[in-house]
Nanobody, 120 residues
Framework: QVQLVESGGGSVQAGGSLRLSCATS?????MGWFRQAPGKERERVAS????????SYADSVKGRFSISRDNFKNRLYLQMNNLKPEDTAMYYC????????????????WGQGAQVTVPS
């Protein structure tokens, strides 16, 4: 069982930046960030996998968000720049050991979430 705890959420004006952090109890092949806004389905924001830390992003955050991890500290990060009101959501850290690293089903372990609010 891998435990995940997010931190770093909050409220920021449009155009601002936030960095989310996720503390993990163990390293895994694949890690990712998902988000869910009220009334909407959970969507993948970014994922990172493999020994060389390959990354993938949702089109809506490309060029604004950056995912990274520190395997020595067992931490996952999401740097979010130029935040927009449509980025408002609960953000979840997730981890998995499968080859795939994009669908919700690829992630077996989930954090409790961190709220990010960007007022319009």
């Amino acid at each position: 069982q891998v435990q995940l705890v997010e931190s770093g959420g909050g409220s920021v004006q449009a155009g601002g930046s936030l960095r989310l952090s996720c503390a993990t109890s163990a390293s895994t092949h694949c890690m990712g960030w998902f988000r869910q806004a009220p009334g909407k389905e959970r969507e993948r924001v970014a994922s990172i996998w493999g020994n060389f830390d390959y990354t993938s992003y949702a089109d809506s955050v490309k060029g604004r968000f950056s995912i990274s991890r520190d395997n020595f500290k067992n931490r996952l990060y999401l740097q979010m720049n130029n935040l927009k009101p449509e980025d408002t959501a609960m953000y979840y850290c997730a981890a998995g050991q499968t080859i795939g690293c994009s669908a919700t089903a690829d992630f077996a372990y989930w954090g409790q979430g961190a709220q990010v609010t960007v007022p319009s």
